[in-house]
């Protein structure tokens, strides 16, 4: 079931403690990243049967025990257990199983519920396949700065908003300092911090990145070279060492995932078409099923219907 965060709440809250606030309805239509909720959890209850969730929105998540077994994409997959110390990033879509009753109560830990993560290229950590990420932080200051974000929400309800939004802005800057340890099981380490040189982050990111601030232009390979001194074979031999996506491809899937956000706001079509590159909603409507299998406003629909 693809859960909105509201019912993703109270689907979980009956058999777990939290303390936190829900932001969904604060600064709604603002911010591209927008914090949905931030809540510090207790899970008391460890009888209750697996559970399978999906969410159109990001979870960043830490532990500070030895927490729930999860399950990946399909029920043949294997349980994992989530360890403390360790941050998790799921993706808008991921499918999963949660099961608590192989640990002892109680379990603690942490969550921030958030839309907009695309825009800063999160999926280069998470991978095309919506699967989780994995975060290694053995100083454990990302997994602080989610409990006092919880914290926070909890003591000051909704005047925490920009206090919390603005910290999310932090742990964001720090997700994208991480370093690969196994790209292709998607784990990450965040020891050391500070911010890698340009030359040394993956040239995907950016790409990524140069092409998330030009969404709405007419851009092409041309651009794209000349941005990083590359004639256009050059530019397409460099991206392909890591990854199979073509410039184009990448800006049509940055197009898609900024109109889906914008279409999850409330935006009509055409405001949309207009801000993603599009000439038109015909023509925003005809590449969205192409990316997404769904007409924009059966994507929609699909939404609230599984929320």
Same mark, same amino acid.
């Given at each position: 079931?693809?859960?909105?965060?509201?019912?993703?709440?109270?689907?979980?809250?009956?058999?777990?403690?939290?303390?936190?606030?829900?932001?969904?309805?604060?600064?709604?239509?603002?911010?591209?990243?927008?914090?949905?909720?931030?809540?510090?959890?207790?899970?008391?209850?460890?009888?209750?049967?697996?559970?399978?969730?999906?969410?159109?929105?990001?979870?960043?998540?830490?532990?500070?025990?030895?927490?729930?077994?999860?399950?990946?994409?399909?029920?043949?997959?294997?349980?994992?257990?989530?360890?403390?110390?360790?941050?998790?990033?799921?993706?808008?879509?991921?499918?999963?199983?949660?099961?608590?009753?192989?640990?002892?109560?109680?379990?603690?830990?942490?969550?921030?519920?958030?839309?907009?993560?695309?825009?800063?290229?999160?999926?280069?950590?998470?991978?095309?396949?919506?699967?989780?990420?994995?975060?290694?932080?053995?100083?454990?200051?990302?997994?602080?700065?989610?409990?006092?974000?919880?914290?926070?929400?909890?003591?000051?309800?909704?005047?925490?908003?920009?206090?919390?939004?603005?910290?999310?802005?932090?742990?964001?800057?720090?997700?994208?300092?991480?370093?690969?340890?196994?790209?292709?099981?998607?784990?990450?380490?965040?020891?050391?911090?500070?911010?890698?040189?340009?030359?040394?982050?993956?040239?995907?990111? #950016?790409?990524?990145?140069?092409?998330?601030?030009?969404?709405?232009?007419?851009?092409?390979?041309?651009?794209?070279?000349?941005?990083?001194?590359?004639?256009?074979?050059?530019?397409?031999?460099?991206?392909?060492?890591?990854?199979?996506?073509?410039?184009?491809?990448?800006?049509?899937?940055?197009?898609?995932?900024?109109?889906?956000?914008?279409?999850? #706001?409330?935006?009509?079509?055409?405001?949309?078409?207009?801000?993603?590159?599009?000439?038109?909603?015909?023509?925003?409507?005809?590449?969205?099923?192409?990316?997404?299998?769904?007409?924009?406003?059966?994507?929609?629909?699909?939404?609230?219907?599984?929320?």
């Amino acid at each position: 079931m693809n859960y909105s965060f509201d019912v993703y709440y109270y689907t979980i809250m009956n058999t777990t403690l939290f303390t936190g606030f829900n932001f969904e309805g604060i600064g709604a239509g603002k911010p591209q990243l927008r914090v949905l909720g931030a809540y510090n959890i207790t899970h008391e209850y460890s009888k209750a049967p697996p559970r399978k969730f999906s969410h159109p929105f990001w979870v960043l998540s830490c532990r500070f025990t030895n927490h729930e077994y999860i399950r990946l994409h399909t029920v043949r997959n294997p349980w994992q257990q989530v360890m403390a110390g360790r941050i998790m990033l799921t993706p808008p879509g991921s499918l999963y199983w949660q099961d608590f009753s192989r640990v002892p109560a109680p379990t603690r830990g942490a969550f921030i519920a958030f839309t907009g993560g695309e825009t800063l290229g999160l999926q280069e950590f998470t991978g095309n396949k919506k699967t989780l990420a994995v975060f290694l932080d053995p100083e454990n200051r990302v997994s602080r700065a989610i409990s006092d974000v919880a914290r926070y929400a909890a003591s000051l309800k909704a005047k925490a908003f920009c206090k919390v939004q603005s910290t999310l802005y932090g742990l964001m800057d720090q997700l994208l300092s991480a370093q690969p340890v196994d790209k292709k099981n998607h784990v990450w380490t965040l020891e050391g911090g500070g911010h890698p040189d340009r030359a040394e982050r993956s040239f995907r990111l #950016q790409v990524n990145e140069y092409l998330l601030a030009r969404l709405a232009e007419k851009t092409v390979n041309r651009d794209i070279a000349r941005r990083f001194s590359l004639s256009v074979p050059g530019l397409f031999k460099k991206l392909a060492a890591e990854t199979d996506e073509s410039p184009m491809k990448m800006l049509a899937r940055l197009r898609i995932d900024r109109a889906k956000a914008l279409l999850m #706001q409330g935006e009509p079509l055409k405001v949309i078409a207009g801000r993603t590159g599009f000439w038109d909603a015909y023509h925003l409507s005809k590449v969205f099923k192409h990316y997404a299998g769904l007409s924009p406003r059966k994507y929609l629909k699909a939404l609230v219907n599984a929320g």
